[in-house]
């Protein structure tokens, strides 16, 4: 899931953004698997996600609910999601390898903290996929503050506009922190644009 992989900030804070997803192999498991993707969700959802959603349905942000979303799991559906702390995400882990589903699950973060995580709770993770940057006419790209809300957003459903409209809000007192975070996330119908790490980096630009 490299749509996940190139998001920009301090090590600071990307150590409150790990990205959780799902998926069967369409063609090799798939086939019944509606009952298990379920169940993820359940664990995922007790773990209490910062933010989980669907493009069949849309985010908690949304409106769309927990119910809404396992309604319209499939066998070939899959679940997206962010969590702002890592300790919810070893729970969900520990929970899945106790029971033993055969789903693939893929974990974005700092590497190191992924990697001890998984460590820690006794997996060996067989695959690592690393961002290796932006090439080609980077100068065309919005400055480095606004990439950082952008690229939580894999698909560029958060735009450079946007980001900017409700920056500019908050240093005006027009909008607090939060709500704007949350405002911004909207468009990131996956689920895994973490508005509570938007919430601080907004924060901090307005010196709040």
């Known amino acids: 899931m490299t749509h996940s992989l190139h998001r920009r900030g301090s090590r600071e804070s990307l150590k409150g953004d790990y990205v959780f ?20 969700l359940e664990i995922v959802y007790q773990a209490g996600p910062t933010n989980i959603g669907s493009y069949d349905t849309g985010t908690v942000l949304t409106g769309v609910t927990y119910e809404d979303i396992r309604a319209e799991l499939d066998d070939t559906g899959r679940i997206r999601c962010v969590f702002s702390d890592l300790k919810k995400v ?24 992924v990697l001890q995580a998984a460590a820690e709770e006794g997996l060996c993770p067989h695959t690592a996929n690393l961002s290796l940057g932006i090439h080609g006419a980077t100068e065309k790209l919005p ?7 952008m690229t939580m957003c894999g698909h560029g459903m958060v735009s450079a506009g946007i980001v900017e409209q409700l920056m500019d809000e908050v240093k005006e007192g027009k909008r607090k922190p939060k709500a704007a975070a949350e405002l911004m996330a909207r468009p990131c119908v996956c689920g895994i644009f973490n508005q509570e790490r938007a919430a601080d980096l907004l924060s901090e630009i307005a010196g709040l």
Do not use: W, Y
């Open 21 to 40: 997803l799902s998926t069967p192999a369409v063609g090799v498991n798939h086939e019944g698997c509606r009952p298990k993707m379920q169940r993820i």
């Open 90 to 113: 070893r729970a969900v882990l520990r929970r899945l390898k106790s029971e033993e589903l055969g789903i693939s699950i893929v974990i974005s973060g700092l590497v190191d903290e």
């Open 143 to 149: 400055g480095e503050t606004i990439l950082r809300f």
